[in-house]
Nanobody, 112 residues
Framework: QVQLVESGGGLVQAGGSLRLSCVAS?????MGWYRQAPGKQRELVAA???????NYADSVKGRFTLSRDNAKNTMYLQMNSLKPEDTAVYYCNAQLFTVEYWGQGTQVTVSS
């Protein structure tokens, strides 16, 4: 069993920045961030893929950066130049063997 706890969401004006954090209860290689806006399906934001590379959604490339501190079992999402369309609940995701785990989500609201 894996527990994931996100933090760092909030309300920010367009053009601003936020940093999300996800603390895992154990070391996990495959982790990522997803988001779900009202009335829309959950979508990938950024994820660490096999080989250690990071895959970003086209809509966030150049603005968001995923990083991790393995010593703290923590993954971050630095979000810069935020846009109103980035408004969503952001979820931390981890995959261990064939099982997926999700955090409780953290709300990000970007005002215009």
């Amino acid at each position: 069993q894996v527990q994931l706890v996100e933090s760092g969401g909030g309300l920010v004006q367009a053009g601003g920045s936020l940093r999300l954090s996800c603390v895992a209860s154990r070391s996990i290689i495959r982790m990522g961030w997803y988001r779900q806006a009202p009335g829309k399906q959950r979508e990938l934001v950024a994820a660490i893929i096999p080989g250690g590379m990071t895959n970003y959604a086209d809509s966030v490339k150049g603005r968001f950066t995923l990083s991790r501190d393995n010593a703290k079992n923590t993954m971050y999402l630095q979000m810069n130049s935020l846009k109103p369309e980035d408004t969503a609940v952001y979820y931390c995701n981890a995959q261990l063997f064939t099982v997926e785990y999700w955090g409780q989500g953290t709300q990000v609201t970007v005002s215009s």
